[in-house]
């Protein structure tokens, strides 16, 4: 089992940065797709960015080139830092571990973009 506790989430000015974090503790954190959502008031959650267990990445495209997804499997935390951030981009972020089929979330953290 994987518990998840995101942080960093703040309110920014257009063309601001932050780095979210996720912190996981259970075990085999660095066997776990760890992938990061957003939603938006009134929206569903959508897919931000992802990061397997071998390294690889994928995402959104409304997010390329402005969002970097890691982890850190010494510190049992993946993160993701946003640039050049938008008014869209507000939205509560959450991450999520799977592995064989299990998914676990955190509660999410609030990126506010607004002058």
């Known amino acids: 089992q994987l518990q998840l506790a995101e942080s960093g989430g703040d309110l920014v000015q257009p063309g601001g940065s932050l780095r979210l974090s996720c912190v996981a503790s259970g075990s085999f954190f660095s066997l776990y797709t760890m992938t990061w959502y957003f939603q938006a008031p009134g929206n569903k959650r959508e897919l931000v960015a992802e990061?397997?267990?071998?390294?690889?990445?994928m995402y959104a495209d409304s997010v390329k080139g402005r969002f970097t997804i890691s982890r850190d499997n010494a510190k049992n935390t993946v993160y993701l830092q946003m640039n050049n951030l938008k008014p869209e981009d507000t939205a509560v972020y959450y991450c999520?571990?799977?592995?064989?089929?299990?998914?676990?979330w955190g509660k999410g953290t609030l990126v506010t973009v607004s002058s």
């Open positions: 990061i397997t267990r071998d390294g690889i990445t």
């Open positions: 999520k571990g799977k592995l064989n089929g299990m998914e676990y």
